[in-house]
């Protein structure tokens, strides 16, 4: 049996051009990595780190405007600590914190519930339970892929009725 050979063309590659160092560089994930970080590193430190580090310094000295101060220690802790003005002000700002949170609490509980009447059938506190703990993350995560992709079946959805408002 006799074979013929072909003659397969040369293929000529064109040489890519040499890479400069800062490409070699940038082609390193981590050194990438740097340099996409670093601008964000510098403005935090820039208007977070700096501010607070200059609070912290002010706070441990007696500073008056214009007048340098000088290194006074827990001083002035002790001195704002044992003021009358500032344990009425911790004692409002602890008060208003715990009564906010739990009236958020409570009234987003309630338009939990209120949102949801297909769960009215069960207990109040069946109720609770299931639109606090369990329902929202799944009921809006379907609820987005329905949005998404229309034709998606959610047989999970049975159980709660689809209303566009």
Same mark, same amino acid.
């Given at each position: 049996?006799?074979?013929? +050979?072909?003659?397969?063309?040369?293929?000529? !590659?064109?040489?890519?051009?040499?890479? $400069?160092?800062?490409?070699r560089?940038?082609?390193?994930?981590?050194?990438?990595a740097?340099?996409?970080?670093?601008?964000?590193?510098?403005?935090?430190?820039?208007? =977070?780190? &700096?501010p607070?580090? /200059?609070?912290?310094?002010?706070?441990?000295?007696? %500073?008056k405007?214009?007048?340098? $101060? &000088?290194?006074?220690g827990?001083?002035?802790?002790?001195?704002?600590?044992? #003021?009358? =003005? @500032?344990?009425?002000?911790?004692?409002?700002?602890?008060?208003?914190? @715990?009564?906010t949170?739990?009236?958020k609490?409570?009234?987003?509980?309630?338009a939990?519930?209120?949102a +949801?009447?297909?769960?009215?059938?069960?207990?109040?506190?069946?109720?609770? !339970? %299931?639109?606090?703990i369990? &329902?929202?993350?799944?009921?809006?995560?379907?609820?987005? +892929?329905? #949005?998404?992709?229309? /034709?998606?079946?959610?047989? +999970?959805?049975?159980?709660?009725? !689809?209303?566009?408002?």
């Amino acid at each position: 049996m006799a074979t013929a +050979e072909v003659a397969v063309p040369r293929v000529q !590659y064109v040489q890519s051009p040499p890479r $400069g160092p800062i490409t070699r560089l940038l082609e390193d994930e981590r050194w990438l990595a740097i340099c996409l970080m670093l601008p964000t590193v510098v403005l935090l430190g820039l208007f =977070i780190a &700096h501010p607070f580090v /200059n609070g912290i310094l002010l706070s441990v000295t007696d %500073t008056k405007v214009g007048v340098p $101060g &000088h290194f006074v220690g827990i001083d002035n802790f002790v001195k704002v600590w044992n #003021d009358g =003005i @500032f344990q009425v002000a911790v004692w409002n700002t602890c008060l208003y914190t @715990f009564v906010t949170t739990v009236f958020k609490l409570v009234l987003g509980l309630l338009a939990g519930l209120a949102a +949801e009447p297909a769960f009215s059938r069960q207990g109040v506190p069946a109720r609770l !339970y %299931t639109s606090a703990i369990h &329902h929202p993350d799944r009921v809006v995560h379907l609820r987005l +892929e329905m #949005d998404v992709r229309p /034709n998606v079946q959610c047989p +999970e959805l049975d159980a709660v009725p !689809y209303r566009d408002h």
